[in-house]
């Protein structure tokens, strides 16, 4: 069984367009993350949720909506696509608020043309 | 904010060879951790460290938390074809639980 799934894992489509990334974890884990690797292969974070509760928020555009409907669980909404949005999206997942040790998912890839 | 700088960017090496590379930040980290990426997956947990001079190994790889605690380095001996990936330090980014700050990642490449 996977630990942490993401679908889908490609995700090609138009600029203005509304997109989701689903994420799940079957750890029993508490705190969920979204990191976004750009075309340079760096990571950086973007939102986390422990029990269902957003703790980090990082400068992300309003455009980018997550949503956690339990602690197993943490979506990705993105509204009106640019073109700068194309990167590998990672979900993952730890014990705890500050415990660093991530298990990450495999990423989508999302390409906006 | 806080930086972690890794060098090399890059290495080709042969299989057999031993392989080093490290991480400096700009500012103190209480724990350093490394993590490996392989093509097309993310990153997995390879080591992590929690005390200034502390020496840990994971099979091949053996990983060093630096005195000053602003470095940290990971050697990988006797390098195989399935070492190929993407090697980053990571470290707590800031006073937000939980929130990483990565370094940009040394790229391992192995020739059989």
């Known amino acids: 069984d996977t630990a942490v799934s993401q679908t889908p894992k490609y995700l090609v489509t138009q600029m203005g367009n509304d997109k989701s990334i689903k994420c799940e974890q079957n750890l029993g884990h508490d705190t969920m993350y979204w990191y976004k690797q750009d075309s340079k292969k760096f990571l950086k974070i973007m939102f986390s949720y422990n029990n269902k509760e957003l703790i980090i928020n990082e400068t992300v555009p309003n455009r980018f909506s997550p949503k956690s409907p339990d602690k197993a669980h943490l979506n990705l909404h993105i509204n009106s696509l640019e073109l700068g949005d194309s990167a590998v999206y990672f979900c993952?997942?730890?014990?705890?608020?500050?415990?660093?040790?991530?298990?990450f998912g495999s990423g989508t890839q999302l390409s906006v043309l | 904010g806080q930086q972690l700088n890794q060098s090399p960017q890059s290495m080709f090496i042969q299989e057999g060879e031993d392989v080093s590379m490290n991480c400096t930040s700009s500012?103190?980290?209480?724990?350093w951790l490394w993590y490996k990426q392989d093509p097309g997956e993310g990153p997995v947990l390879l080591i992590a460290l929690y005390k200034a001079g502390e020496l840990t190994s994971n099979g091949r790889l053996t990983a060093q938390f630096g005195i000053t605690r602003k470095d940290s380095f990971l050697n990988i001996s006797a390098s195989i074809p399935s070492d190929v990936g993407i090697y980053f330090c990571?470290?707590?980014?800031?006073?937000?639980?939980?929130?990483?700050?990565f370094g940009q990642g040394t790229i391992l490449t192995v020739h059989p």
């Open positions: 500012s103190i980290f209480n724990t």
């Open positions: 990571a470290g707590p980014g800031g006073t937000s639980y939980g929130k990483l700050t």
């Open positions: 993952a997942s730890s014990q705890g608020r500050s415990n660093e040790k991530l298990f």
